[in-house]
Each structure stands twice: as structure tokens, then as C-alpha cells.
């Protein structure tokens, strides 16, 4: 069981740097989404799409884009990196019809 | 952006104690999720609350939701080291979507 992928698990990027985390499901969940983890803040959402060719903003969104061109695969870019991104993010999914989130085991981003 | 607040922010007790975990928001929740993490992974969820005042048993974890469906709480007995994790609040305020709004956390350790 796969469940939900990300990759890589480690990065450390230069200021101004693009790079793109990668998220995948194999469990054909319509709901994706992408949280980040601050120490003292939980979790929150930065971008989600509710199946494939929808994607909308969540409560973070600056600094970064989405595509959903297929149900499995959900990436999110940084296209100029900042310090302030320095954080743990977070790929879910769900089936649309439960709120239950499968989350993958995230991704660990340092900008220096 | 929807405030939910846990306290306490961290938690040590000892094997066997008993303790209660808050989660508050000044929003009516169309439905409540517990979650708990251990480091290095996502967020697992351990169960769902959806009518005001109901209450649900999970082994030794009881989840309870207020009648006014604002708020929630999770009472662990006899704590087991085990039970060490990070234990996260979600909420979902509109019926049909799946956005979910995280707690800040409490982190639970238990002393052996």
C-alpha cells in the first residue's frame, strides 16, 4: 500500500532557487492538498484541488503554485524561494466524499 | 483565516495518569477530526465527530464534541508510552467541503 508519496523527503535550497515537491496518490482520491507545518502553528493549507484541472488558494498560498493535470499527481512549485518557506510540508488526499486525509510522510525544506 | 485553539501547548505525565486535551473555536465545525503524529510522519487520523454532543470511545481515548459543535476534547486513561505523539485538532466548517483547519497541538509525552 503506497497510499500517498512525496518526495524528495530532504531539501535545502539557496535563496531564489525554483524547485518542485512532489506528490503522489495511487488510492484515486479527488481531493489533494498541501499543508505546511510551522513549530506552535499546526498545520495549514496552501493550495488544494478537488479533482483533476481544479486547483484553489488556501490560507498561505503566496510564494507558491499548483497543477492537478492528472488525479494521481498534485506538484507544488516554488518559484523563487525565501527563508520565510522554511518549513515541513504536507500532501493529502482524500475521497471527497470523507473528510478523512491520508497525509504522506512530508517533505523537509530549509532555504538558506 | 478560522482560529482553533488546543491547549495545553505541551503535556509530560507519567505512565498511567490521566489527561485531557482542549480544542476551541468561536466557529460552529460542520465536523471535527483527531489526529495524532509521530515525528517524521503525517498526521494519522483516530476518529471523526459530527453531531453536537457526541460522544466516541477508541480503546482508552474518548472524544467528546460540544453541544454547540464549537469545540472538543480528548481524555486519555491510563496513559501508555505509547500514547507520545502530537495530537492534532482538525475542523471542517462547511458541510461538503473538505477543507480542514488544523489546531495548534499539544504534544504528549509520557514519562515511564
Known amino acids: 500500500n503506497a497510499g500517498v508519496t512525496q518526495t524528495p523527503k530532504f531539501q535545502v535550497l539557496k535563496t531564489g532557487q525554483s524547485m518542485t515537491l512532489q506528490c503522489a496518490q495511487d488510492?484515486?482520491?479527488?481531493?489533494m492538498s498541501w499543508y505546511r507545518q510551522d513549530p506552535g502553528m499546526g498545520l495549514r493549507l496552501i493550495h488544494y484541488s478537488v479533482g483533476a484541472g481544479i486547483t484553489d488558494q488556501g490560507e498561505v498560498p503566496n510564494g507558491y503554485n499548483v497543477s492537478r493535470s492528472t488525479t494521481e499527481d498534485f506538484p507544488l512549485r516554488l518559484l523563487s524561494a525565501a527563508p520565510s518557506q522554511t518549513s515541513v510540508y504536507f500532501c493529502a488526499s482524500s475521497t471527497g466524499v470523507s473528510t478523512e486525509a491520508f497525509f504522506g510522510q512530508g517533505t523537509r525544506l530549509t532555504v538558506v | 483565516t478560522q482560529l482553533l485553539e488546543q491547549s495545553p501547548q505541551f503535556l509530560s505525565i507519567q505512565e498511567g495518569e490521566n489527561l485531557t486535551v482542549y480544542c476551541n473555536s468561536s466557529s460552529v465545525f460542520s465536523s471535527l477530526q483527531w489526529y495524532r503524529q509521530e515525528p517524521g510522519e503525517g498526521p494519522v487520523l483516530l476518529v471523526t465527530v459530527v453531531t453536537g454532543g457526541e460522544v466516541k470511545k477508541l480503546k482508552r481515548l474518548t472524544f467528546q464534541f460540544g453541544d454547540a459543535r464549537k469545540d472538543s476534547s480528548l481524555h486519555i486513561t491510563a496513559a501508555q508510552t505509547g500514547d507520545t505523539g502530537l495530537y492534532l485538532c482538525?475542523?471542517?466548517?462547511?458541510?461538503?467541503?473538505?477543507?480542514?483547519?488544523f489546531g495548534t497541538g499539544t504534544r504528549l509525552t509520557v514519562i515511564p
Open positions: 482538525a475542523g471542517v466548517y462547511q458541510t461538503g467541503a473538505n477543507n480542514l483547519f
Open positions: 488510492m484515486n482520491h479527488e481531493y
